[in-house]
């Protein structure tokens, strides 16, 4: 047995800050002697919190028995944390539509998939082959919030069905 | 059950292989019946002179098909086509069988995805039993598999049983060749029948998932084919097994049983997965409750590969 508490995971934790010079930093130190590894900062500098201070978000990963404690260390250092959470796009889901893609508009299919499926498209290959009245294929490569992959798909294959097109989604379980 | 007397019905691919097989697996068969006629003998059947004459006449021997329902046998074998809805004539059949209180070891699926409730009752008012491993994968022993860890032990079963669906998608990923394609050289290889629909729209694959979870809810709940969602191949292009392939990834007709219900669908599984199995093979994936996973994968079809289930299924009926 191990102390790192299990499989490195991603979390986001938003914080406000006031607006003055070192408060940044400050707040990310406990972060990384916390045994937390920083992977993106996201500083809102044009949008203040209903206090008048800025949200920061900020993605880091560790191991989930650490994430207390960077929490905790954080508070601790009087930094401001708003939420704390595994609320990230970190999921992936990959499917492949088939249909008429192009004449049912895949550029809006893919504006509701985003939208409705609360997902983010981070990879699209389209296979149109000769003909027009041939179907076509798309492949998608989602991102999802963690635990929501069965919503998304749920969404996923109303949107096609509205559209007549096909999914052909992915045999989780046996990837494993 | 050793030494057993047995009545066939149906002389196709499986039930000429049964009587083909059954001496070598101890067994006499006293009655074979097609669709016109029947030959009985309570002595054993000449089975290579009954085979021949099915070959060369079309009929298997001068008596009528009912002679061979009511004649002298300890399990009736049925394997006549398999039927939707009310699964006749083969669920008449074994209704026959168990009502003389004789065993029926069936090959078809009709009465077992379709009426498995009333085929169950009929067997607990009969010293009878009924087994039916060949319905669901050929020779391989996924029934017996279930038997052995109990069904409550077995918490979801997932794979791909139909061999053409499964030798159409493997063929279209390794040669990039379209559906109607693949479909015009299967069906000259005889892996695909003249009219593939049962196997193609998934219907195959389903009624053996029905059976699956028939089996595995073990009379808690009763399913047929209209309890299964069920999507087949026949739109799925070429682009779609490209695209897959680009990712690793392949297209199978897959399909589910569990607790919730039955599902059969294209689905995209690892390219170097279990599940993706090429040609006519099939597999089964048993999640276990204590166990792990169990894959089980082998011959899902023809005669003497469906046969062979046949006679393992009477050698296990109990006396
Ligand atoms: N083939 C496989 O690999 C396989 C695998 C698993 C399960 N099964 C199932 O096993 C069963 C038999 O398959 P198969 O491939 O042998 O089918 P098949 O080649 O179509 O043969 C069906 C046989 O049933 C006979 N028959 C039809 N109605 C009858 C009746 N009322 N009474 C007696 N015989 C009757 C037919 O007679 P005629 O010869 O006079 O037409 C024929 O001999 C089917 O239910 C099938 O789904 C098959």
């Known amino acids: 047995m191990s102390d790192t508490g299990g499989e490195v995971q991603t979390y ?10 070192g408060e940044l930093l400050g707040a990310l130190q406990p972060i990384a002697e916390a045994g937390g590894n920083l992977l993106s900062i996201y500083h809102e500098r044009g949008n203040l919190t209903p206090r008048g201070h800025i949200p920061v978000e900020v993605d880091l990963s560790c191991a989930p028995a650490r994430f207390e404690t960077i929490v905790e260390s954080l508070r601790e250092a009087g930094v401001n944390v708003i939420q704390a959470g595994s609320e990230r796009y970190d999921e992936e889901l990959v499917v492949i539509l088939v249909g008429h893609l192009v004449d049912t508009d895949l550029s809006d299919t893919l504006r509701q998939v985003e939208s409705c499926a609360d997902a983010s498209l981070t990879d699209l290959s389209l296979s149109a082959p000769r003909g027009s009245d041939d179907t076509s294929s798309a492949r998608l490569r989602l991102k999802t919030r963690s635990g929501t992959n069965g919503k998304a798909l749920d969404k996923l294959r109303e949107i096609a ?16 | 059950m050793s030494g057993a007397r047995l009545a066939v019905l149906g002389a196709g691919a499986v039930g000429r292989s049964v009587v083909e097989l059954a001496a070598e697996y101890g067994h006499t068969v006293t009655a074979v019946a097609d669709s016109s006629s029947a030959v009985v003998d309570p002595d054993g059947v000449d089975t290579e002179a009954v085979l021949d004459r099915k070959a060369d006449a079309g009929v298997v021997g001068d008596a009528d098909p009912a002679d061979a329902i009511e004649g002298p046998y300890d399990v ?13 004539p083969g669920f008449s059949h074994v209704k026959q069988g168990l009502d003389r209180d004789k065993h029926v070891v069936l090959a ?10 009333e085929l169950r009752e009929l067997e607990a008012d ?8 060949a319905t669901v994968g050929g020779a391989i022993p996924i029934l017996s598999t279930i038997e052995d860890f109990g069904a409550n032990h077995i918490t979801a079963a997932r794979g791909v049983l139909n061999g053409t669906a499964n030798f159409i998608l493997s063929r279209m990923a390794a040669e990039g060749l379209d559906y109607e394609h693949v479909l015009a050289e299967a069906q000259d290889l005889g892996v695909a029948e003249a009219d593939p629909t049962f196997d193609v729209e998934g219907i195959d694959a389903a009624l053996k ?31 779609a097994l490209d695209l897959a392939a ?14 919730e219900g039955v599902s059969v669908a294209p689905r995209l599984v690892p390219a170097d997965g279990p599940l993706s199995v090429t040609g006519t093979l099939n597999i089964v994936q048993l999640e276990t409750t204590h166990a792990g996973r169990l894959n089980i994968s082998g011959r899902g079809a023809g005669g ?12 296990r009926l109990v006396e």
């Not at chain 2, 078809?108 to 409730?117: D, F, I, L, T």
């Not at chain 2, 009969?126 to 491993?133: L, T, V």
């Open chain 1, 12 to 21: 986001t934790v938003r914080l406000e800050l006031v607006d003055e010079p």
């Open chain 1, 161 to 176: 069905a509205d559209k007549e097109l096909q999914v052909v989604e992915p045999l989780t379980e046996a990837s494993q």
């Open chain 2, 76 to 88: 009736l074998v049925e394997a006549t086509p398999t039927t939707l809805g009310d699964a006749e």
């Open chain 2, 108 to 117: 078809n699926k009709g009465p077992v995805a379709e009426r498995y409730g």
């Open chain 2, 126 to 133: 009969s010293e009878g039993e009924i087994r039916f491993e």
């Open chain 2, 209 to 239: 998932f029905v059976i699956l979870s028939n089996v595995l809810a073990d009379g808690d709940q009763e399913f047929t084919l209209d309890d299964a969602a069920v999507d087949g191949i026949t739109d799925i292009p070429g682009t």
């Open chain 2, 246 to 259: 680009e990712d690793g990834r392949t297209i199978r007709l897959i399909g589910e049983s569990t607790p």
């Open chain 2, 304 to 315: 003497p590969e469906t046969a062979t289930a046949v006679l393992s299924d009477v050698s």
